[in-house]
């Protein structure tokens, strides 16, 4: 296969001594191509962070518990040995977490964390280092990166600071980068231009994506594919055009139908899902996400419904999906 | 940074002014006369008379407090009536002892206590990190006096590892010392036998001295480490696939040093306690000692002197404290 990621059959179990386990993520699996950019979507607690963390390799290592496969490039990433798996996140995988504020160091100045990449995965010296920074923070649109690459992270904006982050990720020239809801933390006129950045530089370099997100509105301007999650499984996976065409699960039904649209006639209500993700099933005792589903039919309780093609390259969990089963 | 250096050291005038009237006052209110102390039991009523005048304790209380006033100000404390030499001088005399085992226990307290609380941290839940908590908990609690006497029987007297008093051989009495410090003293003048023979001085006092800094700096560093192992930026720069080194160097040590930095500044008055307790068991010749032995004979002014010394000293490193945190922590420098 020549996939840049193949994610297969993925468990995370948190175990703790004293506590019921907890099943983040069960049995999910997604392949990401070169240059592709990818959606994942769902509710939080849905476990779209620890899917990307478990990518990376940065969950805890006591108290989870991993299955399934992780393949990047064909090299398997679970059980990897720590120092390979540190030689590879950051130069062939990165990452962009989703709050700016916390996520860089506030007494290392923002150019050390840029020319730390550098110097780690590109092997340059100080004096390259620093110029490829500022060169990094440029492309970034930081305005007056030389001045800004001597400053600490609580003199930049939440948005500047996130295109600082974009900056270091990017920086050793990965193959695959993820971005666990980069804009969430961000002001609303900053989160479009956060978009169209990561947009523009993955597509300039050829750079996969895993786009992670709650709102299927930022999925609509960028993604190729998307999978949207529920309670640790995928529930739907589509390419963006057929998924937005023709939704088939009724909670993909109802993220989309929370989306506000410019075409929308006036005075007609946005409907939210009702519920929350808190009134759910465990799925062994049949589809989560029936508590809350306007489609529920006598089936959904008992035993889950699996991951089955709808049409073409549209799959679908779900017993009495959207759209009838006419054009199944 | 300078304006900020210059506003704490003018904080310190009336610190130092309100500790002054405290000490005035003290002084005053404790039973038995410096007259009597000088005297002794069988002084008479003219005698008593006289020295008070001469020290002028039969003028009114603010004209007393108005005239140690400005002899502190000019650094005079008097005349210790243990040694009837200028308290001053006395200070001067032995301050370069307590320096040197204070910063020698300091220096053993964060080398040991830094790494220990580290360890405890990344390895949190495991014996390691119990074994920590507890022997810290046993650190703080052990009675400073005790701890130096046990070292002392243990490893001085029964073992006879190291010397059991002083700072000094008695067969060393004549080597040069011309800083006061006599481990700096011994590599100053190149004599490795004296230079060695201050530091297996130091070992044992400085131990007990080190303990309960050590103990408290280990907890609070593994608190911090563990605080800021949870933290954003450590996962960011783990995602970034850095050397475990420069992680824990630049992203967790930086970050969790800044509360062990201001502990360690308040340790110094600990320090000092401890100093007073240490030397005593070791007849280690610093101030420490020298104010111990300045209770019983009621020596008043080296004990003023020693309280404003020790107070303004305090102030001082707590600035200088204070500055470093500015230098870690770019977010206080600009304020
Ligand atoms: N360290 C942890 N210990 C136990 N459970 C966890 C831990 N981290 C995450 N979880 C659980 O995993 C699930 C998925 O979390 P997460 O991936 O953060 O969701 P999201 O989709 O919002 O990113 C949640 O139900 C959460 O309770
Ligand atoms: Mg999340």
Known sequence: MNNLLDVN???????????????????????????????LVGESGCGKSVTSLAIMGLLPKRGVRLGGSIAFEGTELIGLPQDKLRRMRGRDLAMVFQDPMTSLNPVVPIG?????????????????????AADLLARVGIPDPSRRLKEYPHQLSGGMRQRALIAMALAAKPRLLIADEPTTALDVTIQAQILELLKELVRESGTALIMITHDLGVVAGMCDTVHVMYSGRIVERAQRHELFAHPRHPYTGGLLASIPRLDQPRGERLEPIQGSPRDMLAWSQGCAFAPRCRNRVDECVGEAPVLAPARPDHEVRCYNPLGGSDDR | MLRFIVRRLLVLVPVLLGLSIALFAWVRALPGSPAQALLGERA???????INRQMGLDQPLYEQYLRFLGKVVRLDFGTSVQTSQPVIDEMIRRFPATFELGVTALLIAVVVGV???????????????????????????????????????????????FPNTGRQEARMLDVEHPTGFYVLDGL???????????????????????????????RITRAAVLDVLNEDYVRTAESKGLTSGVVTRRHVLRNALLPVTTVIGLQFGLLMSGAILTETVFAFPGVGKFVADAIPTRDYPSLQGFILVIATLFVLINLVVDVAYGLIDPRVRVR
């Open chain 2, 115 to 161: 790494p220990l609380g580290y360890f405890a941290a990344r390895r949190n839940g495991t014996w390691l990190d119990s074994a920590t908590i507890t022997g810290s908990l046993i650190g703080i609690t052990i009675p400073v006096f005790f701890l130096a006497y046990m070292l002392k029987y243990v490893f001085a007297v029964k073992l006879g590892w």
């Open chain 2, 44 to 50: 008479t009523q003219a005698q008593i008379e006289m």
């Open chain 1, 9 to 39: 059959d993925l468990e995370i179990v948190f175990s703790r001594r004293g506590r019921k386990d907890v099943r983040a993520v069960d049995k999910v699996s997604f392949s990401v191509a070169p240059g592709e950019t990818v959606g």
């Open chain 2, 188 to 218: 100053v003048t190149g004599n490795m036998a004296a230079f060695w023979d201050a530091i297996l001085h130091l070992v044992l006092p400085a131990i007990a001295l080190a303990t309960i800094p050590l103990a408290i700096i280990a």
């Open chain 1, 112 to 132: 050390t964390q840029v020319t730390e990449v550098l110097v780690r995965h590109r092997d340059m010296g100080a004096d390259a280092a620093r110029k490829e």
